[in-house]
């Protein structure tokens, strides 16, 4: 009878830690999104003092840290981020989270770790196809971040904004004659033969593209997922946007609308009582957790009510 207390007590201690876990890991995300980094910072520590890190949290705790001045802790976490198994190295040199990092030596002593390690890993990809895909990867998250970054400093309507949007989509042109050629060729290669970045970039640049691009290659995706070759998280976004851009609501609440004078909310969505079973069954975590960073609070009953003004703001968008 000891025996079987002891191993409920295991149990519900491991659940607790758990959800402690995941609780001290969205308040960091949503301290990092209010740019509160030595906040953020703080409740990171919390969560990796418990026995239940992840690389990708790691690199966000990092993110934090880097932004915060310390390098130290910054770069600690991106070595264990490395360690527990984060392949992202396109994404980590371009990040601006990151660029304070760049200057110190402890910088390129990771770096050429992580292609080390990366090396070992990749023996058997198609390395100049991933190579290739890499350089979009860049291409199309550099110019976003680029974007991003002078969007929140100078406002919708600046000549930066307006400039660096051309700029973006001369490069999606550009990206996307690249990738419906190797999709054209190769069709939705896996990590196993590209890498998981490679991989994910077939999928960010078909989002990034026209509707009629969308709707020729999402089939292909479908297949992709059942086969194990693309991440049905993604394709879910991808879902969405579709069905938006075909005047239906979306699925599972990914897309979101940022109309300067209007709060940030989620569009037009079928079936909100049920779009967190739906999330889960594509690997997405809980809608409330998501739109928070937009700093939106979700509240069902309440977004329910406010939907046909929403699908009326939204459709006012488009006819613009």
């Not at 890993?121 to 190579?131: A, G, M, R, T």
């Amino acid at each position: 009878m000891k025996k079987l207390i002891a191993f409920f007590m295991v149990i519900n201690v491991g659940f607790l830690q758990a959800q402690t876990y995941k609780e001290f890991v969205q308040k960091g995300d949503s301290c990092y999104q209010a740019k509160d980094y030595k906040t953020s910072v703080g409740y990171y520590e919390k969560a990796f003092k418990i026995e239940h890190k992840t690389s990708g949290d790691l690199y966000n705790g990092a993110c934090s840290a880097a932004l915060l001045n310390d390098n130290k802790k910054a770069l600690d976490w991106l070595n264990l981020a490395i360690d527990n198994g984060y392949e992202g190295i396109a994404h980590l040199q371009i990040d601006k989270d990151l660029e304070s990092l760049h200057s110190k030596k402890e910088w390129q002593e990771l770096i050429t770790k992580f292609q080390k390690k990366l090396e070992i890993l990749e023996v058997n990809y198609d390395k100049p196809l991933q190579k290739e895909l890499l350089a979009i990867y860049a291409d199309d998250q550099g110019i976003r971040g680029d974007f991003m970054k002078v969007y929140k400093e100078k406002g919708s309507g600046s000549k930066e904004v307006d400039s660096l949007g051309k700029i973006m989509m001369y490069k999606d042109s550009l990206n996307l004659i690249k990738v419906s050629k190797i999709l054209d060729e190769r069709g939705w290669l896996g990590k196993d033969v590209i890498g998981s970045q490679a991989n994910q970039t077939l999928f960010l640049v078909i989002q990034h593209s026209d509707l009629k691009t969308q709707q020729k290659y999402m089939p292909m995706m479908k297949e992709a997922v059942k086969k194990g070759n693309a991440k049905a998280s993604s394709l879910a976004l991808m879902e969405d946007r579709v069905s938006l851009r075909e005047s239906h609501k979306q699925i599972y609440g990914s897309q979101i609308s940022m109309i300067p004078g209007v709060k940030a909310f989620v569009l037009p969505l079928d079936d909100p009582d049920n779009v967190d079973k739906r999330r889960a069954e594509v690997g997405l975590g809980p809608i409330a957790d998501y739109v928070k960073k937009w700093n939106i609070v979700w509240d069902v009953e309440a977004y329910k009510k406010e939907l046909p003004e929403l699908e009326r703001i939204s459709q006012q968008k488009k006819t613009k």
